[in-house]
């Protein structure tokens, strides 16, 4: 009976052999033993508790079957657990995803918002300014040229500049003055053109701009009360 119990723990988890014979030196398989490929099998790569080894050695007292089917018994509850643990991660996984898809929502929306209010305005400033007459800039004389040079010096506008492109423009006081290369120097209201072809020109980049801010609103193409739903139902499982 000793024969036979012996050859069949052979063939059980490496583990449960060494705690059932803890107190013979010489069932014990060789720390440099190389395994074989069903000591890698899922039955033995169980962690056995205390009352599972207690299990594990009454089946051994009743017979070599009830100690193999005791064995396969723990085989398949840890493989149930590490399938529980896996779709566990799994769930954690998709409700990452979901939340991500949450967040670039959240931002695609706000971004899109944006584009629309921006639209809306120029869209309100091509009218008024495709409604406006134009009235011609005026001339500066050189005492007008220095006083305003020497008004917008602190905002670090450079003198120096005037002259090195075609024109050279800034605001003040809602006011647009305009340096040419020619040395001459222009100021015209802000917002109204100055003449009726910079009229038509001005018009024209109104509507291609606000075309293409109108192409960078994008749809996502995904229901946020889908996307809510899906990872409520995830949460509870």
């Known amino acids: 009976m000793v024969s036979a119990v012996s050859s069949q723990a052979a063939t059980l988890n490496p583990l449960a052999y060494t705690a059932l014979d803890g107190d013979d030196n010489a ?25 599972a080894l207690d299990r594990v050695k009454a089946a051994f007292k009743q017979s070599p079957d009830a100690a193999q ?17 896996m779709q566990a991660m799994d769930r954690r996984v998709e409700l990452m995803k979901i939340n991500a898809q ?3 929502l959240d931002w695609r929306e706000e ?16 009218i008024k300014w495709q409604n406006t007459t134009p009235v011609p800039a005026v001339q500066l004389s050189h005492a007008e040229i220095s006083a ?6 602190p905002r670090g506008i450079d003198p120096s500049k005037i002259g090195g492109a075609d024109t050279y423009s800034f605001g003040d006081d ?30 024209q980049a109104f509507n291609e701009t606000m075309l293409y801010l109108s192409t960078r609103i994008e749809n996502p193409g995904v229901s946020r009360a889908d996307l809510i739903a899906k990872r409520n139902a995830l949460m509870v499982q």
């Not at 305003?148 to 010096?153: C, E, G, N, R, S």
């Not at 003055?177 to 009229?199: C, H, I, M, R």
């Open 174 to 203: 809602g006011k647009i003055y305009t340096f040419l290369k020619d040395g001459t120097a222009w100021v015209n209201e802000g917002g109204v053109p100055t003449s009726e072809e910079q009229k038509q020109r001005g018009y």
């Open 148 to 153: 305003i040079l020497k008004k917008v010096a």
């Open 102 to 104: 949450l967040r670039m």
């Open 27 to 51: 069932r014990q398989p060789a720390s440099n033993a190389t395994p074989t490929d069903s000591d890698r099998g899922p039955a033995t790569q169980v962690s056995l508790s205390r009352d």
């Open 69 to 85: 089917q005791a064995v396969n018994a723990l085989s398949q509850a840890g493989e149930d657990r590490f399938q529980a643990h």
């Open 111 to 126: 971004t899109n918002n944006s584009l629309a209010s921006t639209i809306k305005s120029m869209r309100e400033s091509a």
